[in-house]
């Protein structure tokens, strides 16, 4: 089953209906509060959730990202954890199923006339590994595959 929308939360239609009126904390057995997707419990964690998630937190995101050598006295010191492109990112536990998964990157490959002719997702990076996993997937067989292939990591990967 595929989830119908990311507004709705983060489950689709099956574990919608098996987790019904349940707190979205991982392994919480209560009931949700009207309104939110956490219980009584959990209600920070839902509030939190909701204001990273909000229009005013983005913009000051959009802001970080612009500027990313600016930090004004009244914001908070922002640490961030900065994961080479090419290199393994360490398995980060779900603590809650307020939202939908997110994913790396998506990987495409196009016809020179634009085309997509496969894809394929990447969870926590996008390593030289991967790739060839993914080209080899597309074209398992050499006859089949194209003369060439303009990939960013090429010197990497070849």
Known sequence: MKLRSARDGSFCAFHE?????RCRIKDCKNNRLPKTQACKKHKSD???????????HLAGIKRKLQKPDENLEW????????????????EVPRKHYFGPARF??????????????GWDKFAKSESPTKILNFLNKIYP???IRPDY??????????
């Open 17 to 21: 209906n098996k987790f019904g009126n």
């Open 46 to 56: 839902w509030e939190k959730y909701v204001y990273q998630h909000s229009r005013q």
């Open 75 to 90: 914001q908070t010191e922002i640490t961030e954890n900065i994961q080479p492109h090419d290199q393994e990112a360490p």
């Open 104 to 117: 790396y990157c998506v990987e495409t490959i196009c016809a020179p006339c634009g085309v997509v002719i």
């Open 141 to 143: 067989v050499e006859d």
């Open 149 to 158: 292939i303009c990939i960013d990591k090429a010197c990497t990967v070849l």
